[in-house]
């Protein structure tokens, strides 16, 4: 479209290059921020483990040839009304989109990819503006500012994002598996757990590498339970079938405690095995106790503890204590016996209000909200 106006002929020159930056901006953001672990699984699904990923280098490939598919299609579409410019850029979002929509159920993966008639609306739709623009075109005589026209085209820039974001993969609890999984790759255990700090129903697969980097910070018996532990001591550790992920967590489980386990091989059964063997390292021992911490035997894991260590207040971490402390309100024969009458204390307290009138559900809210990050609260309510 040639127009008579000075003015808005340097708009409709502007217009694409705002659109190129937009774009180019959003995609390296999307991609190497937001998506960055889905596509490094994406590849090494699709690729069978034989590639590494390059997450920089990705992200300006894809933008790259994304953005070039937009300017070719700005110039074919050149005859589009200036504020109807940003639908050349459709298609361009449409294949970042697919870029990032795989779905990986071995990952616990619960989301699922837009069902066919969403991109068959998205195309017609797509159609739809291209004959609206087609049949009711600018006149050469426009004469409106350069907010005018930009307006819109930002407008559709920001719908054409949501739609991106719409069809693409954003299942959280799979982006936080993937992004612990990337963090004890990289050796940054503190994030690996805030990672799943905030993960309520998290992954088996996400449970093992929380056990993990906790294990690696020496904190396993401190803060395990500050973590939900919906499966037993079967979240501690990594199935051999996990090697599904772009980083092998198996391989690293077993380097962290010697041994890797078998695909058929009770979890307290493999920890009891190997750290009953002459140079067991001491990781195993600590993940043994939590097995049975986690299985809820109080009885063995009283047994195993004191094979090793003294029960004292000082030494011992915090959810061993209160395991102790458990254990000795429900059988006051019991010798040696721990002495920490804050934590015993505490535990009254716990106690107490566990016994309160009222129904289950009201007086597991307000034990939660005061003892969630203790093991009695797990004993009790999970």
Partial sequence: ?????????????????????????????WLFFLQRDLLAQTQFVMSGGTTIYRPVSAALLCTFLLTG????????????????????WFPSFILLG???????PMLADVGSSPHWSVYLLLFFLFLLGLFLGRYIPDSS???GTFSTYAWPNLLGLLLFSSVCVGISNTDIRLHRTLLSARCLEEGDYGRALRAARWETHPSRLLSAQTALALSERGILGDSLFYYPQPYGSEGLLPLPSDSVLFVDFPLAAGLHLGYKRGAHTR???FLQVIANREKARPAVRQYLLSAHLLDKQLGRFR?????????????LPMHYREALVLYQAVDSMLQPRLEDSLLVARYEEFDSLRHTLGK?????????????NTYWYYYFFE
């Avoid at 050149?78 to 410019?85: A, D, I, N, T, Y």
Wanted: charged fraction near 20%; include cysteine.
């Fill in 69 to 88: 598919i937009g300017g070719i299609l700005t110039r074919l579409f050149s005859w589009l009304p200036l504020r109807m410019g940003v639908l050349a």
């Fill in 141 to 143: 005589k426009e004469n």
């Fill in 303 to 315: 047994s195993e503890l004191l094979h090793g260590d003294t029960l004292s207040a000082e030494s």
């Fill in 1 to 29: 479209m040639r127009y008579s106006h000075p003015q808005v002929r340097q708009t409709a020159r502007r217009i694409p290059i705002l659109c190129v930056i937009y774009f180019a901006l959003f995609s390296f953001f």
């Fill in 98 to 104: 697919l870029l990032t929509h795989w779905h990986f």
């Fill in 360 to 372: 289950r559900r009201e007086r597991q809210y307000r034990v939660r909200e005061q003892f969630a």
């Fill in 267 to 269: 979890a307290t059964f």
